[in-house]
């Protein structure tokens, strides 16, 4: 994980969040809530990871109920 710096109270914390727009990353700081830039990428846990694809089978389950198709091809066009 990496350690940020909030640039604007100096306030020293992991990063665990990014959002995104279309103006490009940033985190808020715990602190005092500003916000900034950031180039810095977050990595899932391995728990993470996992629980993403479980999510993912299970929408996956769900489409080939809804579309009556058991042999839907595994496409994130449909899960997404």
Known sequence: MNIIKCLNCGHEFFLKKIYGNN?????????C?????????VEL??????RVDEVYNAVYEMCKTL?????LEWDMYFIG
């Open 33 to 41: 809530g500003s916000s900034f830039e950031t180039d810095k990428e």
């Open 23 to 31: 103006e490009g990353s940033f985190t808020i700081c715990p602190e």
């Open 67 to 71: 579309t009556e198709n058991e042999n």
């Open 45 to 50: 846990s391995d728990r993470q990871s996992k």
